[in-house]
C-alpha cells in the first residue's frame, strides 16, 4: 500500500506577500477617467494589509516559522511551497542576517535563485555581501511601492474623493510619526544616494497629505465669507480639535525639521479659527498656543525645509502640481495670520518669497489663478506684491523677484507689465 502523503504544514497567511510592481503597473494603465476592472480592484483589497503596513508586516524569526521548514511543504494560506534542503539552508542562513522571519526568508530565496546559488559553495563573508545586495534592492522597491501609494493617497484627499474625519487623520499624523523616528523609519537602512532621495520625498508627501487634510483652503474660506465654526461643516469640531491639538504637540519636542511645516500649519489653522465670527467654545480654543507652535517651527528651519523639498518635487514625478497648491495654501495661511516685517535683519519675508517664487515659477495655472481678483486663496499672496509695490524702489529686488514668478502665460504677462 502506498503510504499517505503528508499534508502541507500550516503557516500564518500574512507571511505572505507579492511584489507590488506588477500591480502598480496595471494601475498605471488603467486611463484616469475609466474604473479599475474589477479583478484589479479585487486585487487592491487583498493587498489593502500590505499597502497599509508593509515593513511591519516583514516579521522576525521565530520558533515556529524555524520549525515549520522541518515538514516538507508549506500552505501560506492557499499558496503552496516545497521546501527543498538546499534552499532551506539558506533561509535559515538568510532569516540569520535579516532578522527576518524563517518562513519570509525561505520565500525570498524561493523567488530569488540568485540568493541561493551564490551560497550554495560561498562562506560566511561572501554570503553576507548577497545579503547586502538583496536588502538595497528591497529597500528601493519598498521606496518605489511607498511614493507610488502616497500619490494615490494625496490625490483621494486632494482632488475631494475622499473627505477626512478625526480618526483618518490620526492615523495619518501616526504613519508620518513612524516614517519619521518608528518602525517605518526605512530611510535608516537606505544605502544609496537615490534611495536616501527617494526616501525624503516619501517623507516630504506624508507630510503634505497632513496639511492638506487639516483643509486650510476651508478655513481661508470661511474667514473670507465671515462664516462662523458652527456654520462650516466641511473642518474639525472644537472637541475635534483639542485631540489633534494632542496629536500635533506629540511632534513638538522631536525637533525634527520635517515635523516643522506640521507645526506652522498647525499654527496657522488655529489662529485662523480663532479670527472666526461667533467661535463656539472660543475659551477652550484660547487654551491653545499657536504662537509656541510658530515658534517651535522657526527653530527647526521650516521655511529652510519648505525650500528644499520645492526643489525636490520640481524634479520629481507625481502629482506635482498638486502639493505646489498644498504649500502655497500653507503660505497664504500664514501670512493671512500673522503680520510680516518689513525690517531688512527679519529673513522671513526672503524665505516666503523665495518659497512663492519656487512654487508659482513655469506653474501657468497657478500664475494664472494669481491674478484672479476672485481667488481668495491667492489673496494674502497678492497682499504681499502690493506690499512690495508700495516700497518701490527701496525692495525692487524682491518686487522683480516675485513679478518674473507670475508671468507664465499671456494673461498673467500682460498682468505683470500692467
Same mark, same amino acid.
Given at each position: 500500500?502506498a503510504s499517505?502523503v503528508a499534508?502541507?504544514?500550516?503557516?500564518?497567511?500574512?507571511?505572505w506577500?507579492?511584489?507590488?510592481?506588477? #500591480?502598480?503597473?496595471?494601475?498605471d494603465?488603467?486611463?484616469?477617467?475609466?474604473?479599475?476592472?474589477?479583478?484589479? $480592484?479585487?486585487?487592491?483589497?487583498?493587498?489593502?494589509?500590505? !499597502?497599509?503596513?508593509? &515593513?511591519a508586516?516583514?516579521?522576525?524569526p521565530?520558533?515556529?516559522?524555524?520549525?515549520?521548514?522541518?515538514?516538507p511543504?508549506?500552505a501560506v494560506g492557499s =499558496?503552496r511551497?516545497?521546501?527543498?534542503?538546499e534552499l532551506?539552508?539558506?533561509?535559515?542562513? $538568510?532569516s540569520?542576517y535579516?532578522?527576518?522571519?524563517? $518562513?519570509?526568508?525561505? +520565500?525570498?530565496? =524561493?523567488? =530569488?535563485?540568485?540568493?541561493?546559488?551564490?551560497?550554495?559553495? %560561498?562562506?560566511?563573508?561572501?554570503f /553576507?555581501?548577497?545579503?547586502i545586495?538583496?536588502?538595497i534592492l528591497?529597500? @528601493?522597491?519598498?521606496?518605489?511601492?511607498?511614493?507610488?501609494?502616497?500619490? +494615490?493617497?494625496f490625490?483621494?484627499?486632494? @482632488?475631494?474623493?475622499?473627505?477626512?474625519?478625526i480618526?483618518?487623520?490620526?492615523?495619518?499624523?501616526? #504613519?508620518?510619526?513612524?516614517v519619521?523616528?518608528?518602525?517605518?523609519?526605512?530611510?535608516?537602512?537606505?544605502?544609496?544616494?537615490e534611495?536616501?532621495?527617494?526616501?525624503?520625498v *516619501?517623507k516630504a508627501?506624508?507630510? #503634505? +497629505?497632513? &496639511?492638506?487634510?487639516?483643509?486650510?483652503e476651508?478655513?481661508?474660506?470661511?474667514?473670507?465669507?465671515?462664516?462662523?465654526?458652527?456654520e462650516?461643516?466641511s &473642518? !474639525?469640531?472644537?472637541t475635534?480639535i483639542?485631540?489633534?491639538?494632542?496629536?500635533?504637540?506629540?511632534?513638538?519636542d522631536?525637533?525634527?525639521?520635517?515635523?516643522?511645516p506640521?507645526l506652522?500649519?498647525?499654527?496657522?489653522?488655529?489662529?485662523l479659527?480663532?479670527?472666526?465670527?461667533?467661535?463656539n467654545?472660543?475659551?477652550? /480654543?484660547?487654551?491653545?498656543?499657536?504662537?509656541?507652535f510658530?515658534?517651535?517651527?522657526?527653530? $527647526?528651519?521650516?521655511?529652510?525645509?519648505? /525650500?528644499?523639498? *520645492? =526643489?525636490?518635487f520640481?524634479?520629481?514625478?507625481?502629482?506635482?502640481s498638486?502639493?505646489?497648491c498644498?504649500v502655497?495654501t #500653507?503660505?497664504?495661511?500664514?501670512?493671512?495670520?500673522?503680520?510680516l516685517?518689513?525690517?531688512?535683519? @527679519?529673513?522671513t519675508?526672503?524665505?516666503?518669497?523665495?518659497?512663492?517664487s519656487? &512654487?508659482?515659477?513655469?506653474?501657468?495655472?497657478l500664475?494664472m489663478? !494669481?491674478?484672479?481678483?476672485d481667488?481668495?486663496? @491667492?489673496?494674502? +499672496?497678492?497682499?504681499?506684491?502690493y506690499?512690495?509695490?508700495?516700497?518701490?524702489?527701496i525692495r525692487?529686488?524682491?518686487?522683480v523677484? /516675485?513679478?518674473?514668478?507670475l508671468?507664465? %502665460?499671456?494673461w498673467?504677462?500682460?498682468?505683470?507689465?500692467?
Open positions: 500500500m499517505a499534508s502541507p504544514k500550516l503557516v500564518d497567511e500574512s507571511l506577500w507579492d511584489s507590488f510592481v506588477g #500591480l502598480f503597473g496595471e494601475l494603465k488603467v486611463p484616469p477617467s475609466n474604473d479599475p476592472p474589477d479583478h484589479l $480592484v479585487e486585487n487592491l483589497k487583498r493587498h489593502r494589509a500590505w !499597502f497599509l503596513n508593509s &515593513i508586516y516583514f516579521k522576525p521565530d520558533q515556529t516559522s524555524r520549525l515549520a521548514l522541518d515538514s511543504e508549506l =499558496h511551497l516545497l521546501v527543498k534542503p532551506k539552508k539558506d533561509a535559515l542562513r $538568510v540569520e535579516m532578522c527576518l522571519n524563517e $518562513v519570509q526568508s525561505y +520565500i525570498l530565496v =524561493h523567488r =530569488h535563485p540568485r540568493i541561493s546559488d551564490s551560497t550554495v559553495d %560561498g562562506d560566511d563573508k561572501e /553576507l555581501h548577497s545579503e545586495d538583496y536588502k528591497w529597500v @528601493d522597491e519598498s521606496l518605489i511601492e511607498g511614493n507610488l501609494l502616497m500619490d +494615490i493617497l490625490l483621494a484627499y486632494y @482632488d475631494n474623493s475622499s473627505s477626512c474625519n480618526e483618518q487623520w490620526k492615523t495619518i499624523c501616526s #504613519l508620518f510619526k513612524d519619521l523616528c518608528g518602525p517605518l523609519n526605512i530611510g535608516k537602512i537606505a544605502v544609496s544616494v534611495a536616501k532621495e527617494s526616501f525624503d *516619501l508627501k506624508i507630510l #503634505l +497629505i497632513v &496639511i492638506e487634510t487639516l483643509n486650510l476651508s478655513v481661508l474660506c470661511m474667514v473670507h465669507d465671515e462664516i462662523s465654526l458652527r462650516g461643516g &473642518i !474639525f469640531s472644537v475635534e483639542k485631540e489633534l491639538d494632542a496629536q500635533v504637540s506629540s511632534f513638538a522631536s525637533y525634527a525639521v520635517e515635523a516643522g506640521l506652522l500649519a498647525w499654527a496657522v489653522f488655529q489662529c479659527v480663532l479670527s472666526l465670527p461667533e467661535r467654545n472660543s475659551t477652550t /480654543l484660547m487654551e491653545i498656543d499657536h504662537i509656541s510658530v515658534r517651535q517651527a522657526f527653530e $527647526v528651519g521650516t521655511f529652510d525645509y519648505l /525650500l528644499g523639498i *520645492l =526643489h525636490i520640481k524634479d520629481s514625478d507625481g502629482p506635482t498638486g502639493f505646489l498644498v502655497r #500653507l503660505m497664504s495661511a500664514f501670512v493671512a495670520s500673522y503680520e516685517s518689513l525690517e531688512k535683519e @527679519d529673513e519675508l526672503i524665505k516666503i518669497l523665495d518659497i512663492l519656487l &512654487i508659482y515659477h513655469g506653474q501657468e495655472s500664475a489663478q !494669481f491674478w484672479d481678483k481667488s481668495f486663496i @491667492d489673496g494674502p +499672496i497678492r497682499s504681499i506684491l506690499m512690495l509695490e508700495k516700497e518701490y524702489p525692487i529686488s524682491e518686487f523677484l /516675485l513679478l518674473s514668478a508671468c507664465e %502665460g499671456s498673467p504677462a500682460e498682468c505683470v507689465c500692467s
